[in-house]
């Protein structure tokens, strides 16, 4: 083992000692934040009042769709705005509606290049402001949520309206303000026309992902030292961990959150370990070229393999999508970690909020099965899962991977979808789309950028730029149906099991914070993203890895 890979094992221990610190104290400070009572001032201004599972998710809907349409008429209108220094005209009308839904549902999926594309009034007082607010809706779903599954009397998950206005007056708000000027130390630009740090706080800290520049952290002025790189790694997926400390706080036992947060831990640090060891070897191109070494192709030397990979394991667990590294440059093995990673369906760590509660369905289906293998009514916390919740649960983990391979299927069959396609043939032209609906999907926004959707001639600027509108639009409905189908469902589940009576456990109770449940846990994960996924993934990525060797 050469010093090269000592410091790059080094680094990733650190990044997860440093990560597991700071789940405790920020996780309590959250659940802190949503306990308490309204203070004066909500009472005054918002008016809670106590919203079952539907009026709950009628109001997250409602609002988010307010938000959509509010960010497709900005897009579309951006000639009109100051602070539009190269004096763009807006872009066309499918890529438009696919922006705007990639960043209202949390996914920051970009078919443009934002330095080519978009004014500074356009990337800040519409992305980034729909950032904050997509990252808030999702933390105020994920606290319902664990109100639902832990209430012992009632209907009610809380309030919307105030559950966001907490999650980003005392969560998010907070945190990127610091994170930002923790930036701009480490050099990370911050002007009227580049409002990067601030930019980069949002993106990596609320899931969003999505890169003021084109080539995302990987640009000096986005991501300028190695310290910050393994920052803005740490905070993609520091709000999603601590979550699994709320939730053992909230539902009065911490050992819940801790099998919740050593399964997430445990399946993220084998994928960044896969990844590291994959690219540290050389691809087959490489070596057919007589290059021999790790590959470097398309990393940034300032971060090298172990900072990359690192980053890229963050990134696809905690479903940012942000990247200081090409993806489509990944070795297959590597790039197929990386889309595994996505295709878990938000529970490796997931999104803000969307991850607690994926993982928390995931659950259910985990002791659904087990109930079924030992004969016994399945129950969660105390409370039965019934035929209902069941349901519901199948839809939120199911139904979105079948809505994927269906869409892929539809991509790479027609000449509308193919015209997306760089690679024209073979298992990378095929990795590209399956990754593209995968990453759309699951709310993460990260690509194989030769997967496009909009083409500039005359960049930069939106002067001739047209869309290819099958790629728009489909990554549009595919992002809102990832987005909210789950969200939904997991709304239901937490209704349906608000105010259930609690069974004291028995003899035959199957615990779930104990580490045979945990490895149950692993098993339920991995059986069902292999069932769904792994024809699609040995026609792509798998048949790239398995054209030479595997590292």
């Given at each position: ?399 979105v991977p079948c809505f994927v391979l269906a869409i892929t299927a539809l991509a790479v069959a027609t000449s ?136």
């Open positions: 083992m050469d010093s090269t890979t000592v410091v790059g094992w080094a680094q990733i221990a650190c990044f997860i000692a440093v990560l597991s610190a700071l789940v405790v104290p920020l996780g309590a400070y959250i659940a802190r934040v949503f306990a308490r009572p309204p203070t004066a001032l909500e009472l005054r201004l918002l008016r809670p009042e106590p919203q079952d599972w539907k009026a709950y998710a009628r109001s997250a809907i409602v609002f988010s769709f307010v938000c959509m349409v509010a960010l497709y008429g900005l897009l579309r209108t951006q000639g009109l705005y100051p602070f539009n220094a190269r004096h763009f005209g807006s872009g066309t009308w499918d890529v438009s509606f696919n922006t705007a839904a990639s960043f209202v549902s949390n996914t920051s999926w970009q078919f443009y290049a934002g330095e080519t594309t978009l004014s500074a009034f356009s990337q800040m007082a519409g992305i980034a402001v729909h950032s904050y607010l997509g990252a808030g809706v999702g933390l105020a779903v994920a606290v319902a949520v664990i109100r639902g599954v832990s209430a012992q009397s009632g209907t009610a998950l809380g309030c919307f309206w105030v559950d966001l206005w907490r999650a980003l007056a005392y969560v998010i708000v907070p945190i990127t303000v610091i994170a930002a000027l923790v930036f701009l130390t480490q050099g990370i630009v911050q002007s009227v026309d580049q409002p990067v740090a601030t930019w980069a706080a949002i993106k990596t800290l609320g899931s969003v992902g999505g890169g003021f520049f084109n080539v995302n952290s990987a640009m000096p002025f986005e991501n300028a030292s190695g310290l910050s790189s393994f920052l803005q790694a740490l905070l993609i997926v520091l709000v999603p961990a601590a979550l699994t400390h709320t939730f053992g706080r909230m539902v009065g036992s911490r050992r819940q959150g801790w099998a919740l947060y050593g399964v997430m831990l445990l399946l993220f640090a084998g994928s960044v370990a896969v990844i590291y060891a994959a690219e540290a070897h050389g691809t087959p191109a490489q070596l057919a070229a007589g290059v021999h070494g790790v590959n470097l192709e398309g990393k940034e030397q300032r971060f090298g393999v172990a900072g990359t990979a690192l980053y890229a394991a963050a990134t696809t667990t905690g479903s940012s999508g942000a990247v200081n590294g090409a993806m489509e440059s990944f070795s297959g093995l590597g790039g197929l970690i990386a889309v595994a990673n996505m295709a878990t369906g938000e529970v490796i760590f997931g999104g803000i909020g969307s991850g607690l509660y994926g993982i928390l369905m995931t659950v259910m289906l985990a002791v659904f099965l087990a109930g079924l293998m030992v004969g016994r009514t399945p129950e969660y916390l105390g409370k039965t899962i019934g035929a209902r919740e069941i349901k519901l649960v199948v839809i939120g983990t199911i139904g509308y979808g193919r015209a997306s396609i760089f690679a024209s043939g073979g298992p990378q032209g095929f990795a590209e789309s399956v990754y593209a609906y995968v990453s759309q999907a699951f709310n993460n926004g990260s690509a194989y950028a030769g997967y496009t959707g909009y083409a500039q001639p005359n960049a930069p600027g939106n002067v001739g730029a047209y869309g290819i509108t099958f790629a728009d639009l489909a990554g549009g409905v595919t992002m809102v149906v990832g987005r909210y189908a789950p969200m939904i469902a997991a709304l239901g589940v937490a209704g349906s099991l608000a105010g259930r009576r609690t069974r004291p456990p028995g003899l035959g109770t199957l615990r779930t914070d104990s580490p045979t449940f945990a490895a149950v846990l692993i098993g339920v994960i991995a059986l069902v993203t292999l069932l769904t996924f792994v024809p699609a993934f040995m026609l792509g990525p798998a048949a790239q890895a398995l054209t030479h060797r595997l590292f």
